[in-house]
């Protein structure tokens, strides 16, 4: 007998080949402008950001991603991505060390959710 569940199950963690498709990942920092020979001496523009480009390769609306950057943080998009559409999007981010990023989980407009396999 299979035992039923009353929140979503994370079946789709099952499948092998993740829902989306990640085409890029970069964290941007704060810009250091040195003002050599001015009294205000450094100043810094801009933010620390994560930009992303995906897209849905399921067949399924997904409502939010987790991304996990390698400094051990992790990013939330949520919205709803419709399958086959690019995203691009730039995330507000923490000061952080990370430099790149993959995807950690997904949950899909019905509830389920795809998660990577656990490491080590």
Same mark, same amino acid.
């Given at each position: 007998?299979? %035992? =039923?569940? *009353?929140?979503?199950?994370?079946?789709?963690?099952?499948?092998?080949q993740a829902p989306v498709k990640l085409a890029a990942?970069?964290?941007?920092? %704060? =810009?250091?402008?040195?003002?050599m020979g001015r009294d205000i001496g450094t100043t810094?523009?801009? !933010?620390?950001?994560?930009? =992303?480009?995906?897209?849905?390769?399921?067949? #399924?609306?997904?409502? #939010? =991603?987790?991304?996990?950057?390698? !400094? *051990?943080?992790?990013? +939330?998009?949520?919205? /709803?991505?419709? %399958?086959?559409?690019?995203i691009r999007q730039t995330l507000d981010l923490s %000061?952080?060390? *990370?430099?790149?990023?993959?995807?950690?989980?997904? +949950?899909?407009?019905? *509830? /389920? #959710?795809? +998660?990577?396999?656990? /490491?080590?």
């Amino acid at each position: 007998m299979i %035992p =039923v569940f *009353g929140a979503p199950v994370l079946a789709a963690a099952l499948s092998a080949q993740a829902p989306v498709k990640l085409a890029a990942c970069r964290v941007t920092a %704060p =810009v250091a402008n040195l003002h050599m020979g001015r009294d205000i001496g450094t100043t810094y523009s801009g !933010d620390y950001a994560l930009h =992303v480009r995906f897209s849905d390769v399921s067949r #399924r609306p997904i409502k #939010r =991603v987790v991304f996990a950057l390698n !400094d *051990g943080s992790t990013v +939330t998009d949520a919205g /709803t991505f419709s %399958p086959g559409v690019k995203i691009r999007q730039t995330l507000d981010l923490s %000061p952080t060390n *990370g430099d790149s990023c993959d995807i950690r989980s997904v +949950t899909f407009s019905d *509830g /389920t #959710r795809w +998660t990577t396999a656990p /490491t080590g």
